[in-house]
């Protein structure tokens, strides 16, 4: 017995050996990722649940799930870049908590709220556009659009950006590192937050007089705030506007592809509602890795560890042999989630098997995709000078969206479903 139980501890010391040479040096980050990560599924679960209990809504507003995708990713695109803004302030020892508009913190909120507001905007408009593009129709008309966009979207932003605060605050405290957190939890965060204040906006569509003038006052709101933030003397507001607008615009655009893609498989995703559940998890794990990744990486830009080339050097192989080995349970997690909730509250699911395998096999090639985009993506923005916590996030969670709707779509057709 005795050398039973010798073996088994040599095993497990060999296995663990084995486990951390493979994690690199960095174990409490990949503690602290999977624990984000786990917290964000979790969360994104609720959000998936309300999007399978509102299929009549989705119905009643032909073209409101083309602006789901968006308006989600346009909050964890603003916030989870203020996040990353944040966390190379704690790095480098700049940064103070403070609303004030002479410091760093007091000019990247006000950045976000007013970023918000003008993209909402935009995201409004430019789902009109797409879906008479696109030939979607029946669609809402486009107030209807801009209430549910932007009512929507700021409900939503001041809960994201509270735990954005919240979460900045405690890496100084506890030590967290926020490159680790933000990404995961401000999208988990985004995703149970985003879609409930998009439907308590719709109860505002279509009433005569009331949509049109809240439409138009919200539109003039949104512009006002997007000229002021271009306008100002403030250098960080003004920087953080300057190089935002473009990033985040393209990144609506990117969102509203993927929601086209969804929109026309509307019958599909009602059919098996544990698909719906699993829809903003999926797209949520896949921006949150990476998120993490490229967080990292533009941190580790700043402070010179790695220097930008073509080919990854040593530190940001290990940050991205990181993000594959948490990859495929992360992908299998929020499809056993997405199967439990359908379950427990009786929505139609194609079986527990079929759903991990449709969320591993699309993960895994969304996760290519992480890596590529997360890694050049942050890389390019140093090469031009672009600040890459600003730019990185936001090309990584749009490009994900939009190859993400492809890839669960491609894993759906190859599992059967």
């Not at 209990?53 to 073209?63: I, K, V, Y």
């Not at 408009?125 to 669609?139: D, E, G, R």
């Not at 599909?268 to 719906?276: P, T």
């Amino acid at each position: 017995m005795s050398f039973l139980r010798t073996l088994v501890a040599r095993l497990r010391a060999l296995t663990l050996d084995r486990l951390r040479a493979l994690l690199g040096p960095d174990e409490t980050g990949v503690r602290q990722s999977l624990a984000a990560l786990v917290l964000s599924s979790i969360a994104m679960i609720v959000g998936g649940l309300t999007l399978a209990a509102s299929t009549d809504t989705l119905e009643e507003l032909p073209g409101l799930l083309l602006l789901v995708p968006a308006a989600i990713a346009l909050r964890g695109n603003v916030f989870g870049s203020l996040g990353s803004r944040l966390g190379t302030a704690i790095t480098m020892g700049t940064f103070t908590l403070s609303p004030r508009l002479d410091t760093i913190s007091g000019q990247n909120i006000v950045g976000s709220i007013g970023l918000s507001l003008g993209l909402s905007v935009l995201a409004a408009f430019l789902a009109k556009l797409v879906a008479i593009v696109f030939s979607i129709s029946p669609t809402m008309g486009l107030d209807d659009f801009i209430v549910v966009s932007v009512v929507g979207g700021v409900l939503a932003s001041v809960v994201v950006l509270a735990i954005t605060l919240v979460l900045a605050a405690g890496s100084v405290k506890y030590g967290w590192n926020l490159d680790n957190v933000t990404a995961p939890l401000v999208t988990g965060v985004g995703d149970v937050v985003t879609l409930p204040a998009l439907l308590l906006a719709s109860l505002l569509t279509r009433r005569a007089g009331i949509t049109t003038t809240l439409a138009v006052a919200v539109t003039i709101i949104g512009l006002i705030a997007s000229v002021a933030m271009l306008r100002t003397a403030l250098p960080e507001l003004r920087r953080i506007a300057i190089e935002s607008f473009p990033v985040l615009s393209v990144a609506v655009i990117l969102d509203l592809v993927a929601g086209i893609t969804v929109e026309k498989r509307l019958d599909q995703f009602s059919e098996h509602e544990a698909l719906l559940i699993l829809l903003p998890c999926y797209f949520g794990a896949a921006g949150s890795l990476g998120g993490i990744l490229s967080s990292r990486l533009s941190t580790k830009f700043h402070l010179g560890v790695i220097s930008p080339g073509p080919w990854p050097a040593r530190a940001a192989r290990g940050d991205i042999r990181t993000i594959f080995l948490l990859s495929i349970p992360v992908f299998a997690m929020t499809a056993f989630f997405a199967q439990v909730a359908a379950s427990a509250f009786g929505f139609s699911s194609p079986g527990v098997f079929e759903l991990i395998s449709v969320a591993v096999v699309g993960g895994l090639f969304a996760t290519l995709f992480v890596v590529a985009v997360s890694y050049y993506g942050t890389l390019a923005a140093v090469r031009l000078g672009f600040d890459p916590d600003t730019y990185g996030i936001p090309i990584v969670t749009s490009t994900l969206d939009f190859v993400g709707a492809f890839t669960l779509i491609l894993a759906i057709v190859v599992v059967g479903i």
